[in-house]
């Protein structure tokens, strides 16, 4: 890639990004089905899926797909890769619908583009944010008071959807998951950024490893990123994987936008046009969002009062065609 401008370098290592993160829905997808016919499923709590070998090529693919769209930001700017994010949705979809049998509805596409066309909207108007300079600076910026409001909010917003909306409409409501995953990775993206900075800087010759807010940072990171990828694997576990990936996408880039806006103060020098521009795309996204829901394939549930029971290996019995049961759950009850 010598010869190559800083954009095109940008270009393709966002396009081979989005190949690796939609691939990586599909994989971790398989392997949490396979966990749960061996034992409990993640949407229930289960941790089967971290003995299958695709869930970890999924893992994997998704670290590479990652890591290539952090060195694209180093090359070209946001608003020439952000956009192009949305090429995953493209990617997990088509995968999805001949791998997983997932078929998507022609209302369903219609919804698919609207999230990706609102999304490119709002990246495209969004307001160019300042480049911190050092890990302090960042600090600075990161605790400006309306900047804490908003972290005090999202972190509200994920306890009160943990505690209270999980247990009740975790599995019907795919907004549930992937609420917690978008709002704790706006709050990565902050962490992630400062590491950044660190480590260009550390590279650089000055040092900041014996800064605190280094290891601070580092510290949210974990605990964010560890906490996405729970939920977003019960997300993934419990709903359609050609539904999550967009979905997500939509949510965590939105909410990405909001805490920029509200950190680094970027509408205020922006002018009518753009701001409008950016809530034509947020209209957009929403719409579309709406239309993925209320036209998504439902799988037909277990016949009411039904028994299922989940035998090791990949087949489902009843209780005198098996003797050794390793698990079984009652899908469907009867209360007196």
Known sequence: MGGLSDNLKGVILAVASSAFIGSSFILKKKGLKRGGISGIRAGV????????????????????????NFVAYIYAPAVLVTPLGALSIIVSACLAHFLLKERIQKMGIVGCVSCIVG??????????????????????????????????????????????????????NILVYLGICSLMGSLTVVSIKAIGIAIKLTLDGISQIAYPQTWFFVTVAAICVITQLIYLNKALDTFNAALVSPVYYVMFTTLTIIASVIMFKDWSGQNVGSIASEICG??????????????????????????????SGDSIKNPEDEPLITHCRVDDYYEP
């Open 45 to 68: 709590g289960g941790y089967t899926y971290l003995l299958e070998p695709l869930w970890w090529a999924g893992m994997i693919t998704m670290i590479i797909g990652e890591i290539a």
């Open 119 to 172: 999304s490119v909207v709002i990246v495209i108007h969004a307001p160019q944010e300042e480049t911190p300079s050092s890990v302090q600076h960042i600090w600075t910026l990161a605790t400006q008071p309306a900047f804490l409001v908003y972290v005090v909010a999202s972190l509200s917003t994920v306890l009160a959807l943990v505690l209270h909306f999980e247990p009740r409409y975790g599995q019907t």
């Open 282 to 311: 947020f209209i957009t996204v929403l719409s579309g969002t709406i239309i993925l829901h209320v036209t998504r394939e439902q799988e037909p549930p277990p016949p009411a009062g039904t028994v299922t029971w989940f035998i």
